[in-house]
C-alpha cells in the first residue's frame, strides 16, 4: 500500500506547482509556501527593478523575478511543454552597471555603447535585444581565443574575449562604453534551509551537494529533496520527471539506491566533470546529456522517453552536438 506524507513545496513557481501536483496524484498532503503574493516565481513579470542596478547591496529592496519584457524561450515551446498540458502552437567604473536580473527593457540603451559581460542564454539574448536600439554593443565571453568579431548579422554587434580592466578586453581591444551590463549567471541561496553542513552551496554559489541524480542529498533522501536545479535543460519538462520520481519515491512505489550508492554516483559525476576539465560551476549544466537525463528520469516512473521529433528539435538549435552552439534561436508565440 502507497505511503501517504505531509510534504511542504518551498516556493509556487512552475517547478513548485508541478511538484505539488504530482504529489497530491500521489496522494501525499502537500502545503505550497510562497513568499510573494502570485504564483509563478521567478516566471512572474515585473516591471520593477532593485534600488541597486547590480543586486550587490544585502539591504536592497528585493525584486525576486528576472525576466524582461521582450523575454521568449530559447527552446521551442514544444519542448517547453509539460507532458500532458501542451503550449497551444568591475565597481570603479564611473558609468552605469547593472546586472541582467534587473534589465526589462531596451528602450534605456538607446544610442549607447554597451558591453555585457556573459555569453550564456540570458547575454546572448539580451545583447540581441539591446543591439535593435543601441548605438553599439560589445559581448564579452570567458573565452581567452575569441577573435573580434561582428555577431550574426547585426552591424552594431561585436564578439569580443573577457574584459580584464575597465572596458578593455583580454585581447588588447578598448572601447569607451555607457552601460556595462554583467550577465554573469545566478547563484543558489536557500536562506529558509538549514541541514547541519549535510547540504551545501559551493563558496561560488554554483553547485548544490552532494545531490544524488540534482534532486536527493542521499543522507536526507526521504527528508529533503529539489527540484529545477538543472541548468541548460528542457526545464518544465525535466521539474515535471523530477517531481513525479519524488512523488513515487515518497510513496514507496520506487526505491532510491542506497546511500552508500547514491554517494558514490555524485562522486562519479564530479570526477567526470574534472577529467573533463568542466568547472565547479557547471556541476548542474547538463547539456549536451539533456535527452539522456529526461530518458533517464521518465524511466524511474514508468513514462516514456522523448520522441524522436522533439529530441531532433532540440538538437536542431543547437550549431554542433556535444557543445552549446547558439541559433539565435527564440519562440515567438505571442500571448
Not at 555603447?113 to 559581448?139: E, M, Y
Not at 556541476?283 to 533517464?296: A, F, K, N, Q, R
Request: a negative charge; aromatic letters at 10%.
Amino acid at each position: 500500500m502507497a505511503e501517504s506524507r505531509r510534504v511542504a513545496v518551498i516556493g509556487a513557481g512552475p517547478s513548485g506547482l508541478v511538484t505539488a501536483r504530482e504529489l497530491q496524484r500521489e496522494g501525499h498532503r502537500v502545503v505550497v509556501f510562497e513568499k510573494s503574493n502570485q504564483l509563478g516565481g521567478l516566471w512572474v513579470y515585473n516591471p520593477r527593478v532593485e534600488t541597486d542596478l547590480l543586486s550587490l547591496d544585502l539591504n536592497r529592496e528585493i525584486i525576486h523575478s528576472s525576466l524582461y519584457k521582450s523575454l521568449r524561450t530559447n527552446l521551442p515551446r514544444q519542448l517547453m511543454s509539460l507532458s500532458d498540458y501542451y503550449f497551444d502552437c568591475i565597481k570603479n567604473w564611473p558609468g552605469k552597471q547593472l546586472h541582467s536580473h534587473n534589465y526589462r527593457v531596451p528602450e534605456p540603451f538607446k544610442d549607447q555603447i554597451v558591453v555585457v559581460i556573459g555569453d550564456g542564454p540570458s547575454g546572448l539574448d539580451i545583447c540581441r535585444d539591446i543591439a535593435t536600439v543601441a548605438k553599439q554593443v560589445h559581448l564579452s565571453t570567458r573565452s581567452s581565443e575569441i577573435v573580434v568579431s561582428k555577431l550574426d548579422n547585426y552591424e552594431n554587434l561585436w564578439n569580443h574575449s573577457k574584459v580584464l580592466v575597465k572596458v578593455t578586453f583580454l585581447d588588447g581591444s578598448s572601447i569607451h562604453a555607457d552601460i556595462i551590463l554583467h550577465c554573469t549567471g545566478y547563484k543558489y541561496d536557500f536562506p529558509f534551509l538549514e541541514t547541519n553542513g549535510i547540504v551545501t552551496v559551493d563558496d561560488e554559489g554554483c553547485a548544490v551537494g552532494p545531490l544524488y541524480k540534482h534532486v536527493f542529498p542521499p543522507k536526507l533522501s526521504l527528508c529533503l529533496s529539489f527540484v529545477g536545479i538543472p541548468s541548460q535543460v528542457i526545464i518544465f519538462l525535466g521539474s515535471e520527471l523530477q517531481a513525479k520520481w519524488i512523488a513515487q519515491v515518497l510513496s514507496g512505489k520506487v526505491l532510491l539506491p542506497s546511500e552508500d550508492d547514491m554517494l558514490a554516483d555524485v562522486e562519479d559525476h564530479s570526477r567526470q566533470l574534472e577529467e573533463a576539465g568542466i568547472p565547479n560551476r557547471h556541476t548542474h549544466c547538463l547539456h549536451p546529456h539533456v535527452i539522456e537525463y529526461i530518458d533517464w528520469l521518465a524511466a524511474r516512473v514508468e513514462m516514456p522517453p522523448i520522441d524522436a521529433g522533439r529530441t531532433e528539435m532540440y538538437w536542431s538549435i543547437y550549431k554542433f552536438v556535444g557543445q552549446v552552439g547558439w541559433s539565435g534561436y527564440r519562440d515567438l508565440w505571442n500571448v
